[in-house]
């Protein structure tokens, strides 16, 4: 089972009133677990970036003038996340965007159903309870000491973390963080079997120096047979 963890950063709340996406990132779960792989772009928006917006992630008009367009990057984007499972905070939000950009490109949107809000599951398992991604990330002790400002990758690399703790437990999935220092071929044969790679039983020999040292150490134990018997 493929799933995508998503997150975007935009230039305010409205796409239908001219507000773009500026920041995609994603990460790719196989089975619930972290494959390493993920996808990574800056978005020119082609308008201004708001002051109080750039206050939250940092992203400014200067800074995003240099990258690519929307229709640049979107077949990538698609490609990536191909039919994918999608694991989004809040998704309603970052869907608004992503289906009215990729309608705009001539695209089919992407269904509802293909969509696992996690701000949803948050609320139901913890009801009343604070449901924000820092929220999520203090009760599940994961750090986030590295969001000073929103990310669009940052966020999708916590939200990973958060969606396993929210599934009972990163134990289901393995961590996050110690699969991605892993090698590719070992990450997917544990995607797809479920089961760490054997290892061959080691040989360590003995040297005739350690069976002296060790012989004098028991012959100071006096009657303890156990550590005398040779057979």
Same mark, same amino acid.
């Given at each position: 089972?493929?799933?995508?963890?998503?997150?975007?950063?935009? %230039?305010?709340?409205?796409? #239908?009133? +001219? !507000?773009?996406?500026?920041? &995609?990132?994603?990460? *790719?779960?196989?089975?619930?677990?972290?494959?390493?792989?993920?996808?990574?772009?800056?978005?020119?928006?082609?308008?201004?970036?708001?002051?109080?917006v750039?206050?939250?992630?940092?992203?400014?008009?200067?800074?995003?003038?240099?990258?690519?367009?929307?229709?640049?990057?979107? %077949?990538?984007?698609?490609? #990536?996340? +191909? !039919?994918?499972?999608?694991? &989004?905070?809040?998704? *309603?939000?970052?869907?608004?965007?992503?289906?009215?950009?990729?309608?705009?490109?001539?695209?089919?949107?992407?269904?509802?159903s293909?969509?696992?809000?996690?701000?949803?599951?948050?609320?139901q398992?913890?009801?009343?309870s604070?449901?924000?991604?820092?929220?999520?990330?203090?009760?599940?002790?994961?750090?986030?000491?590295?969001?000073?400002?929103?990310?669009?990758?940052?966020?999708?690399?916590?939200?990973?973390?958060?969606?396993?703790?929210l599934?009972?437990?990163?134990?289901?999935?393995?961590?996050?963080?110690?699969?991605?220092?892993?090698?590719?071929?070992?990450?997917?044969?544990?995607?797809?079997?479920?089961?760490?790679?054997?290892?061959?039983?080691?040989?360590?020999?003995?040297?005739?120096?350690?069976?002296?040292?060790?012989?004098?150490?028991?012959?100071?134990?006096?009657?303890?047979?156990?550590?005398k018997?040779?057979?």
């Amino acid at each position: 089972m493929r799933e995508i963890v998503l997150d975007t950063e935009t %230039t305010g709340m409205d796409p #239908f009133s +001219g !507000d773009r996406i500026v920041e &995609i990132g994603c990460v *790719e779960l196989l089975n619930h677990i972290p494959t390493g792989n993920h996808y990574h772009a800056y978005i020119n928006p082609e308008r201004d970036v708001p002051a109080e917006v750039v206050a939250v992630h940092g992203l400014t008009e200067q800074f995003l003038k240099g990258k690519p367009t929307f229709a640049e990057i979107y %077949t990538d984007f698609l490609d #990536f996340i +191909g !039919d994918a499972k999608l694991v &989004i905070h809040n998704a *309603e939000f970052d869907m608004k965007f992503i289906n009215h950009h990729i309608q705009a490109m001539g695209a089919p949107a992407i269904p509802l159903s293909r969509i696992v809000d996690s701000l949803i599951m948050a609320r139901q398992k913890f009801p009343g309870s604070p449901a924000s991604l820092d929220a999520l990330c203090k009760r599940f002790d994961i750090d986030n000491a590295n969001r000073t400002l929103h990310g669009a990758l940052l966020d999708a690399e916590l939200l990973a973390d958060v969606y396993l703790e929210l599934l009972g437990g990163r134990q289901t999935g393995l961590n996050l963080s110690s699969l991605q220092n892993d090698n590719s071929d070992t990450v997917n044969e544990a995607a797809h079997h479920g089961s760490k790679k054997r290892r061959e039983p080691r040989v360590f020999p003995v040297s005739e120096e350690e069976l002296s040292t060790h012989q004098v150490m028991v012959n100071k134990l006096g009657e303890a047979a156990l550590w005398k018997k040779t057979d």
